[in-house]
């Protein structure tokens, strides 16, 4: 038997509970895996909590990322003791995630364990880390450098953005903080923030085409927010647009993509190709501040995840959340 957060619907509601399950209920798998930590995401905020249908099919086990140990395995890639990490393949949407005490999974999934990090750190990173990640090295690819100018990140006491930010500041980029908390400033500023604005400035409509004021951007929040960093965005710049907090529309019209010449990247961190995932952990594991890290870390328990599903989407929550399943 193992603990888990089981997700199950009664009619057209579903409902979250911390359940005992057996291991033979778990879904088909060429791996099974003792988690050690996972992590509370804003997709598992909108599962736990029914806001959003993100669940495909019930009942489900959400943890769209989870970090432990091989204890059985028919993957030629993989043993038992084998230290492992998975972020995304729909798992906690269409497969029971990580949001448990064990997992059984496909171990094309998987990646292994990045050298110098442990699972709790892997779970800190988590998937807003690992998205974070994937946006700058795709800016980076566009041909950005600390040299370009300001980056914006917007949604900045966010996962994803708070990572963006001490990633960004860590690598010499000056980054300019978007936040609707200004009363988390300090906190920014630690994490490597050289300036912080207040999202009301981004979240209105705005000008489709505005004064160019930053070099490149990392979005996490999408709708007015997203057009109105494109329309800010210098000559030959570019976006990096990984999420939807404000919304999925995006209205804005083309001037900055044809006046401009300002491109619009698009983040996928879902499917990536195992080479892709190993060469985002290493710059991860390479990059990162272990103090910052900590800084915009807290750990809760399994049955902890409810209540604080509702806390991360009513915006109550700033930097990471682990979950020690174990407890």
């Known amino acids: 038997m ?27 798998g060429n ?48 043993a038992a003791g084998d230290r492992v990490v998975l972020n995304g393949w729909g798992v906690g949407e269409g497969h029971w995630g990580g949001l448990a005490q064990k997992a059984r999974v496909d171990g094309d999934w998987l990646i292994p364990l990045p050298d110098g990090l442990t699972t709790k750190q892997a779970m800190a990173v988590g998937t807003a880390g690992y998205t974070a990640m994937l946006c700058i090295l795709a800016l980076e690819r566009h041909g950005l450098t600390p040299g370009s100018g300001d980056v914006l990140v917007t949604g900045a006491n966010g996962g994803v953005g708070s990572f963006a930010i001490a990633l960004l500041a860590k690598r010499g980029y000056r980054v300019v903080a978007s936040t609707g908390r200004p009363q988390e400033s300090a906190y920014l500023t ?18 489709p085409l505005q004064k160019e004021r930053w070099a490149a951007a990392v979005d996490s929040v999408g709708s007015h927010t997203l057009a109105n960093a494109c329309a800010g965005i210098r000559a030959d710049g570019a976006v990096a647009a990984c999420g939807l907090a404000q919304g999925m529309d995006f209205p804005a019209t083309v001037a900055p993509f044809i006046l401009r010449g300002v491109s619009l990247l698009g983040i996928n961190s879902v499917t990536r190709p195992i080479a892709e995932r190993q060469a985002a952990w290493r710059r991860l594991a390479e990059d990162l501040d272990r103090d910052r890290l900590d ?33």
């Open 31 to 78: 791996v099974l895996v003792d988690i050690e930590y996972s992590t509370l995401n804003y997709k598992d905020g909108l599962a736990i909590t029914g806001r959003s249908p993100v669940v495909r099919r019930f009942p489900m086990v959400p943890g769209i990322d989870f970090a432990g140990t091989v204890a059985a395995s028919t993957h030629p890639d993989y």
């Open 190 to 207: 630690s994490l490597g923030a050289a300036e912080v604005i207040d999202r009301q400035t981004l979240s209105e409509p705005g000008r």
């Open 2 to 28: 193992f603990n888990a957060i089981l997700i199950e619907k009664d009619h057209d509601a579903s409902h979250a509970r911390l359940a005992s399950l057996d291991e033979s209920q778990l879904p088909d």
């Open 295 to 327: 800084a915009m870390t807290r750990e809760i328990t399994l049955a902890d995840a409810i209540p604080a599903a509702v806390d991360l989407l009513d915006g109550r929550v700033r930097g990471r959340l682990v979950v020690d399943v174990n407890r």
